[in-house]
């Protein structure tokens, strides 16, 4: 059975269609990326899933469970944890601060000393606001708060956003090491080469349908820009 | 053959005829309604067309400018002080006298917004009340001129020596307490017909669009060159005005006036507020609904007291939460029906 | 020269009590941007509460205060839980014209079933007491204590934000709601506990209002707006600014009640439309709003 599945998915912005049946399955401690271009309706695809957004019934399932009417904090508690799109540290509050509030309802083996071995720069600024971190620096900040929820499935939504090539390295680099723990991970990517470096598995976006599923070494270059550009 | 179908067909392409039509009737008949020699019902509508016009002010504020003011009392406090000053300082006629508390409330209303411009939202609605207080204890004050906290009456002297009373004597063929209040309801009903004018057109207007603009989305409007600021200080005068008018000739009507009840929150907000709300904010034909249910609440339960109030308070909030736009609002939606057109065809 | 030291002094502790008034006020708008018209009444159902437990039951006033203050964090919760979080959205007018509602229909509700006759809360003598500073001057124990009280809540308030658990969620939530969903923390319930935190600030407010003056169910509107000034005047978001904005309106008011005693109220609200006027953001407002 699949850790996490989505079954002919539909999501909308009052009248705009944003998703057209979406069915996505992640297994346990698998890596999957989803790849697209703005607009696509990766970000919608993952917040639907957490539970910011509603779903119709049965088109969410969770560890064999249907998660569609149930809300993002209750779906914290099981271990589906959501690493928002554009870092959203909370400006209130610290480093440190910012990286408890992520076990505020579930902790497991992720303690504040293990994300700080994973980000070691976290640890040197630990009481500084959040905010006034490099964009880097946060995203490792709000990877850092959602691994302290324990996840069992890691949604990760554009985490390379705005970043320079060498700091999006640094942040990749932590993968395995989650990986390790037996998470599985899903990341929403524009960064197609880092996307296909880290995933088992890969499925592509377009215009809120799903263009193409595989698995990276066996899709061709070309299969892949048709399937993002949608020409 | 008369089907729902055709008369929705003759009704649109009629439209405008029927509607000015209709309008022309009751008008005539409000203005002939003396003739009935019901001074109770003059009395009563007397009641009904002051209130909706204090509420068509604030519904102007809150549902088009988006300035929720809990403060408006203080313009109707000012306009009847106004009033009181020009007739027994001054010796003006009531009539003028009416005019002075618009023009006194519109004066007064520029500098309030100055001050209570800078709060927003929630903060700019305590703001305006903590004007009206200011205008409260302020006028308490002036006691020997004005009455000070006991406030100070209108003498007959005063009230019969009105312009165009004789003339209203010597047609109705009435004596003088009834030619006074045939004036002051003809007085009501042109100042009702004359806000509902100035409010359809203004929104109408450029103004308007640009009012509407400002409420759903400041930041937009601003990038586009409207200026919000100036927008909405007219709106707050415009509004002081109206209601200064208003209040003025309410308190004509009492010939009566104190700080503590030309200040009132409840007789000029909480009614004002109840009107709009249960009526249908930002629409005209909202506070008529709301004005007429008032009415009638008043009139039979009013005597039940502190019953009463807690049920309007209660109604209202429920009305917020269930139905916010109104009961008009709920109705107008479903059937899709506007008196006062004020929406453009895109 | 005593006279006016013991003007002003009274003046810093009467914004002790307004401080404890705007406390509750300025906690909620933080977190939820919610201003509650009803406040006031709130603090007056509170004090009618202690009230009706110190009379009817028979019981210590203090005592009374100490029943009353968990009942008035329940009432907060269920209050915010069932009904004001159903206002909250980026629509101002709902929070507003329901919690208007709810003041009148309190305000009413008091009236019906306590009368319109003005009360006190029986504390006996200490009411009168007070503690001789020297050179003529003399404060009153319970204005002291008010004043006292003031700062032990917004400490309180403060250590609870800064060093608790619940607290890291009332700033992460105010900060951003739906971030803060993401961390597993139930937006609706934090608000209901915040409101609920409130309340019980109430309580303590009405405690001492109810033991250093009169009230009547009418009391309710007046503590509205010194509790607004005092927030406006401190600036929003700062617990300790509430204080100082609340000692300004009380200094402001004794000072006014000295020169002439009709002009005591009208001299806070000058000097809330001063500051307004020359510092509108108050004079310590937090950097981010």
């Known amino acids: 059975m699949a850790l996490l599945e989505t079954r002919d998915l539909t999501a909308f912005y009052g009248d705009f269609q944003a998703l057209f049946g979406i069915s996505v399955t992640v297994e346990q401690g698998e890596t999957v990326a989803i790849i697209g271009a703005n607009g696509a309706g990766k970000s919608t695809f993952l917040k639907t899933v957490a539970g910011l957004l509603p779903s ?61 071995e994973l980000f ?45 090539p060498i700091v999006i390295r640094d942040i990749y680099a932590a993968l395995p090491t989650i990986k390790a723990e037996g998470a599985a991970i899903v990341i929403v990517e524009q960064d197609i080469v880092q996307a296909l470096a880290v995933s088992d598995r890969v499925y592509c976006f377009q215009e809120g349908r799903m263009t193409l599923s595989g698995k990276p070494g066996e899709l061709s270059r070309e299969a892949i820009h048709t399937a993002y550009f949608g020409i | ?135 409260r204890l302020v006028l308490a004050q002036f006691k020997t001129t004005l009455g000070g906290g006991t406030g100070t009456s209108l003498g007959p002297d005063i009230t019969n020596s009105m312009t165009g009373l004789p003339w209203i004597k010597e047609t109705f063929d009435v004596r003088t307490p009834e030619a006074r209040d045939i004036a002051v309801y003809w007085l009501a009903l042109l100042l009702l017909a004359g806000t509902l004018a100035l409010v359809y057109f203004l929104l109408r207007s450029r103004r308007g669009l640009a009012l509407a603009a400002i409420r759903d989305s400041e930041t937009a409007a601003l990038s586009l060159g409207v200026d919000s600021f100036r927008t909405r200080l007219t709106i707050y005068v415009i509004a002081a005005f109206g209601t200064g008018l208003v209040g003025a000739l309410i308190y004509l009507q009492k010939a009566r006036v104190s700080p503590d009840a030309a200040f009132s929150v409840l007789d000029w907000t909480a009614y004002v507020i109840f009107i709009v709300v249960i009526g249908g904010i930002g629409t005209i034909e909202g506070p008529i609904v709301g004005a007429i249910v008032l009415y009638f609440l008043q009139d039979y339960l009013a005597h039940f007291g502190t ?13 917020m939460l269930v139905a916010p736009r109104g009961l008009w609002g709920y109705f107008a939606d479903r059937y899709d029906i506007q008196i006062f057109p004020l929406r453009r065809r895109l | 020269m005593t006279a006016a030291l013991d003007t002003i002094l009274q003046g810093v502790l009467l914004g002790g009590l307004y401080a404890l008034y705007a406390a509750g006020l300025s906690l909620i708008f933080g977190i939820m941007r919610l201003v509650n018209l009803a406040h006031g009444d709130l603090i007056v159902a509170a004090a009618y509460l202690m009230l009706a437990l110190a009379q009817y039951a028979g019981i210590d006033s203090v005592v009374a205060f100490a029943i009353a203050l968990p009942l008035m964090f329940g009432l907060g919760y269920v209050l915010q839980r069932y009904l004001l979080n159903r206002t909250l959205g980026e629509d101002i007018l709902p929070p507003l014209l329901v919690t208007f509602g709810l003041s009148i229909v309190i305000q009413n509700a ?180």
């Open chain 1, 56 to 116: 119709t019934p049965g088109s969410v399932m969770f560890d064999g469970a249907d998660i569609s009417g149930t809300k993002a904090y209750d779906n914290l508690a099981h271990g589906l944890v959501l690493v928002p799109e554009g870092r959203k540290l909370f400006p209130s509050l610290s480093v440190e601060e910012n990286l408890l509030v992520g076990a505020h309802r579930r902790s497991g083996k992720w303690t504040l000393a293990r994300i700080y």
């Open chain 2, 1 to 135: 053959m008369a089907d729902g179908a055709s008369w929705r067909a003759l009704a649109e392409r009629y439209g405008i005829q029927i509607r000015l039509a209709a309008l022309a009737i009751v008008v005539i008949v409000l203005i002939l309604l003396p003739l009935l020699g019901n001074r109770a019902l003059m009395q009563d509508l007397f009641f009904v067309f002051t209130m909706l016009a204090l509420a068509q002010y604030w519904n102007l504020l809150a549902g088009y400018a988006g300035l929720v003011s809990v403060g408006q009392q203080a313009f109707v406090g000012l306009g009847a002080y106004a009033l009181f000053a020009a007739a027994l300082i001054l010796g003006w006629d009531p009539l003028l006298g009416i005019v002075a508390g618009g023009v006194v409330a519109a004066v007064l209303a520029l500098p309030t917004a100055l001050v209570v411009f800078r709060l927003r939202g929630a903060y700019f609605a305590i703001g305006t009340w903590v004007a009206a207080e200011v205008f």
């Open chain 3, 110 to 289: 008091l009236l019906e079933g306590f009368s319109a006759n003005t009360r006190r809360l029986p504390i006996g003598e200490i009411a009168n007491q007070s503690l001789s500073l020297g050179g003529g001057i003399a404060i009153g124990i319970m204005p002291l204590l008010s004043f006292v009280a003031a700062i032990v809540v917004v400490f309180g308030l403060n250590q609870l934000f800064y060093r608790t658990r619940l607290g890291r969620a009332l700033r992460a939530t105010s900060d951003d709601t739906e971030t803060a969903q993401l961390v597993g923390i139930n937006n609706q319930h934090i608000y209901a506990i915040a409101m609920g935190l409130a309340l019980a600030v109430c309580a303590v407010a009405a405690f001492f209002l109810g033991s250093r003056s009169t009230f009547d169910p009418t009391t309710g509107p007046a503590r509205l707006i010194y509790a607004f000034e005092a927030v406006i005047i401190g600036g929003l978001g700062s617990l300790w600014g509430t204080l100082a904005g609340g000692i300004v309106v009380g200094v402001a008011q004794t000072v006014g009640a000295r020169i002439h005693p009709e002009w005591q109220i009208l001299s806070g609200h000058v000097a809330f439309l001063v500051v307004l006027i020359l510092r509108p953001r108050g004079f310590f407002p937090r950097a981010f709003d």
């Open chain 1, 120 to 164: 070691p720069v976290l640890a040197v600024r630990r009481h500084q606001p959040a905010t006034t971190l490099s964009g880097g620096q946060q995203q490792m900040c709000a990877i850092g708060r959602g691994l302290m929820g324990d996840p069992r499935a890691l949604l990760c939504d554009e985490i390379s956003l705005g970043l320079a």
């Open chain 2, 307 to 319: 019953w009463y109030l807690i049920t309007l308070g209660a109604l209202a909030a429920a009305v």
